[in-house]
Nanobody, 121 residues
């Protein structure tokens, strides 16, 4: 069984930084994509950033130049560095991996439980 646990959310002032972490436990033997999504009240969940196994990245237009997705040395950990935060970045942030396990060899989405990020003065 795969579990993803986020940490690092909280309250931050506009313009400030915040770093989110995601640690995956369980027997994932292959990960194709590491990602971060967010969902603001009354809105659909949206992709914030994705890191592909080949090294390429993809970002939502609204966060380009401010957010950076990265991976730890262990493939089961990834991060989202958020700089110059804005009130409109307020949302619940979810980490995501797309990978394979021995019991589920086809590519499968795995999700964290979400962490609240609030940008306010």
């Amino acid at each position: 069984q795969v579990q993803l646990v986020e940490s690092g959310g909280g309250l931050v002032q506009p313009g400030g930084p915040l770093r989110l972490s995601c640690a995956a436990s369980g027997t994932i033997f292959d990960i194709d994509v590491w990602g971060w999504y967010r969902q603001a009240p009354g809105k659909q969940r949206e992709l914030v950033a994705a890191l592909f196994s080949g090294g390429s990245t993809d970002y939502a237009d609204s966060v380009k130049g401010r957010f950076t997705i990265s991976r730890g040395n262990a493939k089961n950990t990834h991060y989202l560095q958020m700089n110059s935060l804005k009130p409109e970045d307020t949302a619940v942030y979810y980490c995501n991996v797309v990978g394979r396990t021995w019991s589920q060899p086809s590519l499968t989405d795995y999700w964290g439980q979400g962490t609240q990020v609030t940008v306010s003065s």
